[in-house]
């Protein structure tokens, strides 16, 4: 069974960076796309990126394009988060995630197969 576990959450001044990670385990990923979404206090949780294992084909929100990037590690087994040019409404708890569904499906956030725990980022302004 594929279990997920993230690291990396903090604290952050707005026009920072910071990367989070993501241990995956328990499985094969070729089949797999993983992603990350985030859940902000009192909003609903929104996809952020996502990567197709086999291929390295990248999808990611238009709200963080340009500043977020998504990569994985097929030796290490993890998935990374690289987040620059901080701001404050990036404040959110952040999920990885593990889904078999082509991305434009898995985006959607609905019945996704693995998610980890959640790690807090907070950017301050």
């Known amino acids: 069974q594929v279990q997920l576990v993230e690291s990396g959450g903090g604290l952050v001044q707005a026009g920072g960076s910071l990367r989070l990670s993501c241990a995956a385990s328990g499985g094969t990923f070729s089949s797999y796309a993983m992603g990350w979404f985030r859940q902000a206090p009192g909003k609903e949780r929104e996809f952020v990126a996502a990567?197709?294992?086999?291929?390295?084909?990248?999808v990611s929100a238009d709200s963080v394009t340009g500043r977020f990037i998504i990569s994985r590690d097929t030796a290490k087994n993890t998935v990374s988060l690289q987040m620059s040019s901080l701001k404050p409404e990036d404040t959110a708890v952040y999920y990885c995630?593990?889904?078999?569904?082509?991305?434009?499906?898995?985006?959607?956030?609905?019945?996704?197969?693995?998610w980890g725990q959640g790690t807090l980022v907070t950017v301050s302004s």
């Open positions: 995630a593990a889904d078999r569904r082509p991305i434009a499906e898995f985006k959607w956030g609905g019945n996704v197969e693995v």
């Open positions: 990567i197709r294992w086999s291929t390295g084909y990248t």
